[in-house]
């Protein structure tokens, strides 16, 4: 009967799962703007896909790779600042999605469900694709992820040691993109770069090694999923926001515990 | 002997501004070569080109066939958000755990092995990057400021271990070197770098060489040779006419005791007598 719940639930632990080695890359190499500007420029996506009719899974896909491609370009130019390039891109491309799906003819959109997630009205198909895309992203980092860490720590050396450090890292860059499409639904897109870095800084202070950060993180984000929906059930507030809420509370918890152990 | 590597009339710029003109270099097994100039003489691309992340504009690169490099960057700034333990560091570079312990032991941190990174003082992380890059069996190391964040008994430690590996090793050394004092003791040549060589031989040929002394004063020559005079009891200076040359005549590598410290210069130090 709360078969919606159900599919809600399966929809943001796909997500969860995937935020916690996501994330902790994220927070390593301090892309969290970059994904950040990833999320605004989904908006776009959703605008753009309606304009021609496409999935939005794949418009939203489209748009964030075109905008981490204009990133490569800028950054190789060394003009700006890479945080002055990316607020430029971010903003622009959150403001550019707004107004164009204001002009879409005959569109009615929700924008509080774009903006802050809708995650119970998501459909069978839907859980299907984002446990799917879950899947191949996972596949992804497990396969990268020595190379990953490689040049988190230290690009040049992984370079000498024979990583090829340009094309992972524009698959680092691809996979986030994924991440952000999928995770549109569940908390929305000002709110995707929380759900990613907010465990895995709650991860970082019991985790020894960073395979343990990325496990740790993905049970708390599945566990303020769990929550985020719990808490929305009895207090009818909206999902999304509820979610981080939940996954903010934890680094606060987790704050005043290593406090007291110290 | 032939060459790890040879360099022969490398230019490289950026931006239409040469940062490198005309460079020769050549790097043999067992001998370790100093890098030193002042900043933005080029040291950095100059060691990229060796290490091959940067191609040059002009000239010719020739690396032997048999080359491994081993490399020790100048900084590691790891994120403390990134839980690493010193094993996993070094499993990088070869995922061979006994070795791991091997070359942590041969560097003098073997007890560090499942410490966190981030906890790491100066000297050990240049001991751990020491070791990373010993784990690739290397026959030419590339050392950029090896002893950067050290205090000075640390550095003496580092340049007499680094002249150990060679030993040992029998591998080419590059090394990127400010600290003039110390470096000079512990290498066999030097590259006195300002975008292009602007002179290279022995450290006692270099210290002397007009150009050096233009680019780092002759006071920092002095230093590098440590007694260009030699104090009595009662700090007076007895043979201040004493050239710029080295007085004991000995090559400084052979005298690890010996390494000048800049306050030997200065003050009336017993053992100067």
Known sequence: MYDFLYLALMAGLGVAIIAGPMGSLVVWQRMAYFGETLAHGALLGIALGMWFSWSNSVAVVIVCLLIAGVLIVFERQRLLATDTLLGILSHGSLALGLVALTLIPGARTDMEALLFGDILTVTMAEVGVVWLMAACVLFALWRLWPSLLAITVHEDLARVEGVRVDAVKAVLKLLLALVVAISMKVVGVLLITALLIIPSASARHFAKTPEQMAMLASMLAMLAVCAGLGASWWLNTPVGPSIVVNASLFFVLVLLFRGRGQ | ?273
Do not use: W
């Open chain 2, 1 to 273: 002997m032939t060459a790890l590597i040879e360099l022969q009339g490398t230019g490289k710029s950026f931006a239409n501004r040469a940062v490198l003109q005309a460079v020769d270099l050549s790097l043999v097994p067992g001998r370790i070569v100093t890098l030193i100039g002042p900043n933005g003489a080029g040291k950095t691309t100059l060691v990229k080109i060796v290490l091959g992340l940067l191609q040059p504009d002009s000239g010719r690169v020739q690396r032997s066939v048999q080359l491994r490099v081993g490399y020790m960057p100048q900084k590691l700034h790891i994120d403390p958000t990134l839980p690493l333990q010193v094993e996993r560091f070094l499993q990088f570079a070869n995922t061979n755990s006994a070795e791991c312990s091997a070359a942590l032991e041969r560097v003098g941190i073997a007890h560090l092995i499942k410490q966190p990174v981030s906890g790491l003082s100066g000297g050990e992380v240049q001991r751990m990057l020491l070791a990373r890059a010993l784990l690739r069996k290397p026959n030419l190391l590339v050392l950029d400021e090896p002893v950067q964040g050290v205090d000075v008994t640390g550095q003496q430690a580092l340049y007499q271990l680094i002249g150990e590996l060679r030993d040992e090793l029998n591998c080419g050394i590059l090394m990127v070197s400010h600290d003039l004092h110390l470096v000079m003791a512990a290498t066999d040549e030097v590259v006195c770098l300002n975008q292009h060589v602007c002179c290279h031989g022995t450290p006692q040929q270099v210290s002397v060489d007009p150009e050096f002394v233009a680019l780092f004063g002759a006071k920092t020559a002095l230093y590098t040779h440590r007694h260009d005079h030699e104090h009595d009891l009662h700090s007076g200076i007895v043979n201040p006419s004493a050239s710029v040359s080295c007085n004991h005549g000995s090559e400084p590598q052979n005298l690890p005791g010996e390494r000048a410290r800049p306050s030997d210069s200065k003050g009336g130090s017993e053992s100067d007598v």
